[in-house]
T-cell receptor, first 115, second 114 residues
């Protein structure tokens, strides 16, 4: 596996379900991100983890719960979601710091539908 | 606050034509980086090109080049000899040095017609 992978690629869940999205990066990066991409809206940054520590939480509802057990893995735990949470959820990673490589590398995304 | 604005929601050109996508930004930082990302219909976001603000020379990557106007805070992407595979959403993004997040524009949907 290379780059950034995400599973599952598609997920349909009811509002009372609990599910998790998984992201794995194989690039040796030290930061990972969750984004929400809805139709006709800009990318919304949800969470940022740097060196496994959450450094940003952009006022995301508590029904979204991130977890970063190590620098290669990132999870997004979902529970009691609403239909408006249906979107493409993108994971990304980057290697910042003095090397100045601030570009992010993205996974293919998980298409989430909440019914 | 930093902002990135892409004023062209959609564009369409014929194959082999040259197309320019516009991006303006606002930041109070002096050290920053600018990026263009491409998101084809398959959805994987791919980095197209990056520009360091301290470099005066415009970045180029094969058929992709930028016109970076620092004083005007403008960062346009030129695609030469456009191909059907260039059909995608294109996002302009800004990152300050030392910050670990990107600020994205709204995106431009580019369609290359045969």
């Amino acid at each position: 596996e290379t780059g950034v992978t995400q599973t599952p690629r598609h997920l349909v869940m009811g509002m009372t379900n609990k599910k998790s999205l998984k992201c794995e990066q194989h690039l040796g990066h030290n930061a990972m991100y969750w984004y929400k991409q809805s139709a006709k809206k800009p990318l919304e940054l949800m969470f940022v983890y740097s060196l496994e520590e959450r450094v940003e939480n952009n006022s995301v509802p508590s029904r979204f719960s991130p977890e970063c057990p190590n620098s290669s893995h990132l999870f997004l735990h979902l529970h009691t979601l609403q239909p408006e949470d249906s979107a493409l959820y993108l994971c990304a990673s980057s290697q910042g710091g003095d090397r100045g490589l601030y570009e992010q590398y993205f996974g293919p995304g998980t298409r989430l539908t909440v019914t | 606050a930093q902002t990135v604005t892409q004023s062209q929601p959609e564009m369409s050109v014929q194959e082999a034509e040259t197309v320019t996508l516009s991006c303006t930004y606002d930041t109070s930082e002096s050290n920053y980086y600018l990026f263009w990302y491409k998101q084809p219909p398959s959805r994987q976001m791919i980095l197209v090109i990056r520009q360091e603000a301290y470099k005066q020379q415009n970045a180029t990557e094969n058929r992709f080049s930028v016109n970076f106007q620092k004083a005007a805070k403008s960062f346009s992407l030129k695609i030469s000899d456009s191909q059907l595979g260039d059909t995608a959403m294109y996002f302009c993004a800004l990152a300050s040095r030392g910050a670990q997040k990107l600020v994205f524009g709204q995106g431009t949907r580019l369609t290359i017609n045969p």
